[in-house]
């Protein structure tokens, strides 16, 4: 019995670790895999709209046909090269933006009084109480030639004639950087607060002036925050759709937009795929060679 | 307040003239309804090793944060070698400090966390190399410079930061329990480095402590606090001699009180009668009293011997041993007078296997010295 309840125990074990493997398995390895091969397939008209890479042959062999044309048309069509840029871009400028924005937010609230803190976060997390595409379309009634805004500054007597500001790209950073800002918050928030203030006591009682302070104590020591932000901005605007297709118009090219068009009104399958293929190791890229030098800094410290 | 002429120590005759480098003028500090320092007046002198003692909360590193520069006093002034200074920020004050967490920057090497000051003022890259690398060698770290923080042990730790505050060879360093992280042992061998050091560079020592042994041990002179005021101001000997209040009395070492009033004066030694000791007290005092005035006696127990009636001690009292401590070096005896109070008293363990003196139920007789015990009045 006992020996039994050990085995079991230890099974349970290998259960608990297993879960999170499984999940990973069946949710991200399997149908990537799937996009992987629908984008070695060939396109035809049909449903589904790709042909099968396993096929016989006439004379009974069976063959597998991988087809590179559609990674080979990504790289020669400047279209696509165009997105993806406009994809780093957009991302780029859009984190940095938040950053500008999002750490001086983070900062106040944390060091803000104990008791100001959760109501200030949760005015940071308030928007997310209602749907993301609401509150983009609320973003083309503000921001439209006859919006809030439009009227608001033509009532002002700042304008005469209404800003154009829909369907161009600043209307999507607009939308971006407002959408994205709560998750550079948050991260950056939690790296802040618990940062030890006698810290810049003693930066100070060595001479240091607060902008010093800043500068050579708090800001190096929120960097892992600041990076754990940046990325949780960067790597959903990378494949962003919502937003530069209700704000922007035609004004922006992103990958997102991109692979809709190709799965929806060109019915590629195999394109789009290897679209997603390819933003899938543009962000995995960067990623495992920071967790490489980072691991790094860790080994050498011990 | 007492005037027994006692051995003055070697600080003390140094710094008998008045070189004064803090004045500490008329400071309060309150937090709402609470004074963390209650119109404290201190002068320390330059050079010293100055040491504020007291329970937590009684202000002393309200006190010292004030120096600092973290705190501003709700009212009064402070001069630092004669400037004023109680508006002037931390950054901009010839004082640096050590803090109780040591506050060693994570993100930084040792050698890059002592620099860190000496890089605010700009100095020329080789002879801050050179300085780095004299305190490095005055704390004995050279080995451990391109570690960080959290690479280094307790001790390690606290002699970076004791080698960081002292790079900018401040006027005054301020230490913030600086001994209190860490253990027993090197608690007691770096208490004797910090006094080598000190005397070595001369800089004015002003450190905060809980630790009364701590105090006494390093110390030119202690400002014992309390309730955000000063209890008593005087050299460790004299402190642990002649405490001035009850508080003082209890707060360093061990002491027992007769509480009782005056009877006669003669010349310097005064006579009490007290409720709780079946003779009168004779004690010497030199200070007018007035007859009846309340007092206490404050007897400490080393003070006390066990005696035979031949011996001729004006203070002289019977008691039963309750209770007996063997502390090594020496044991405690607890023991009881007739009025039921419980007296404390210590003897040598002279001898290693010595049968025990005194057992326990058995009747002693106990004498001291009229000039063994103090007199307190308030």
């Known amino acids: 019995m006992k020996r039994w309840l050990t085995t079991m125990s230890e099974r349970g074990h290998g259960v608990v670790v297993a879960v999170p493997w499984l999940w990973l398995a069946l949710f991200f390895a399997l149908p990537f895999l799937f996009v992987l091969k629908i984008s070695l397939s060939e396109p035809q008209l049909a449903q589904p709209p790709y042909m099968d890479m396993l096929r016989y042959t006439e004379d009974g062999v069976m063959s597998i046909i991988i087809n590179f044309d559609n990674y080979l048309l990504l790289w020669e069509d400047s279209l696509y090269v165009g997105a993806l840029l406009g994809s780093l871009k957009v991302a780029s400028i859009s984190t940095l933006f938040c950053l500008l924005i999002g750490y001086p937010m983070a900062y106040a609230i944390a060091r803000s009084p104990n008791h100001w803190r959760l109501p200030l976060l949760m005015l940071i997390i308030l928007p997310f109480w209602t749907s993301f595409l609401i509150r983009v379309y609320a973003w083309i009634g503000i921001l439209k030639n006859n919006g809030l805004l439009n009227n608001f500054l033509i009532w002002l007597g700042a304008i005469d004639q209404p800003l154009e500001i829909m369907y161009t790209p600043i209307a999507v950073y607009i939308g971006v950087v407002y959408s994205y800002l709560p998750f550079l918050i948050l991260p950056l928030y939690a790296t802040l607060v618990k940062l030890d203030p006698t810290l810049l006591e003693a930066a100070a009682d060595l001479g240091a002036r607060p902008f010093k302070q800043f500068l050579k104590i708090t800001l190096p020591q929120s960097l892992p925050g600041v990076l754990a932000g940046s990325m949780l901005v960067f790597i959903p605007v990378m494949g962003e759709f919502v937003i530069p297709d209700l704000l922007g118009g035609n004004s922006t090219l992103m990958l997102g937009k991109m692979m809709w068009t190709e799965f929806f009104n060109n019915k590629d399958w195999p394109v789009a795929s290897s679209l997603a293929c390819v933003l899938l190791l543009l962000l995995i890229v960067p990623f495992v060679i920071l967790r490489h030098f980072e691991g790094k800094a860790v080994e050498e410290l011990e | ?378």
């Open chain 2, 1 to 378: 307040m007492t005037t027994q002429p006692i051995n003055q120590t070697k600080d003390e005759v140094i710094h008998s003239n008045d070189d004064e480098i803090v004045k500490i003028d008329n400071v309060s500090k309150n937090f709402g309804n609470v004074f963390a320092c209650d119109n404290i007046n201190l002068s320390i002198h330059r050079g010293e090793f100055f040491s504020l003692l007291g329970a937590s909360g009684c202000g002393k590193t309200t006190l010292l944060r004030i120096l600092a520069g973290f705190e501003t006093p709700s009212s009064g002034r402070v001069l630092i070698d004669g400037v004023d200074m109680t508006d002037v920020p931390p950054y901009q004050r010839p004082v640096n400090m050590m803090f109780q967490s040591y506050a060693l920057f994570p993100h930084m090497t040792v050698i890059d966390n002592i620099a860190f000051g000496l890089k605010q003022e700009s100095m020329p890259k080789s002879q801050l190399e050179d300085r780095v690398k004299e305190v490095m060698a005055l704390v004995q770290i050279e080995k451990f410079a391109k570690r960080k923080p959290d690479q280094l042990s307790g001790g390690q730790r606290q002699r970076v930061a004791l080698a960081r505050s002292l790079a900018k060879q401040p006027k005054i360093l301020l230490l913030d329990e600086p001994l209190g992280a860490l253990d027993k042992k090197l608690r007691e061998q770096t208490q004797f480095e910090l006094v080598n050091i000190q005397e070595r560079l001369g800089i004015t020592f002003i450190i905060v402590t809980h630790d009364q042994e701590e105090a006494m041990t390093m110390s030119s002179r202690i400002a014992l606090m309390h309730e955000g005021r000063i209890e008593q101001l005087d050299a460790p000997r004299r402190m642990y001699e002649f405490p001035v209040s009850r508080y003082s009395a209890n707060f360093i070492g061990l002491v027992n009180l007769f509480d009782g009033h005056v009877i006669s004066q003669d010349d310097d030694q005064v006579l009490i009668q007290s409720n709780q000791s079946e003779t009168p007290l004779l004690v010497r005092y030199s200070q007018q009293l007035t007859s009846g005035m309340e007092v206490t006696v404050a007897l400490r127990p080393e003070k006390i011997r066990i005696i035979n009636n031949a011996d001729d001690q004006p203070n002289r009292i019977t008691a039963v041993i309750k209770d007996i401590a063997y502390l090594g070096d020496v044991s405690i005896y607890h023991a009881e007078l007739a009025s039921g109070l419980r007296i404390k008293f210590t003897l040598p363990n002279v001898q290693a296997l010595a049968e025990q003196p005194l057992t326990w139920e058995q009747e002693v007789v106990l004498g001291w010295q009229a000039d063994s015990c103090s007199l307190l009045t308030q």
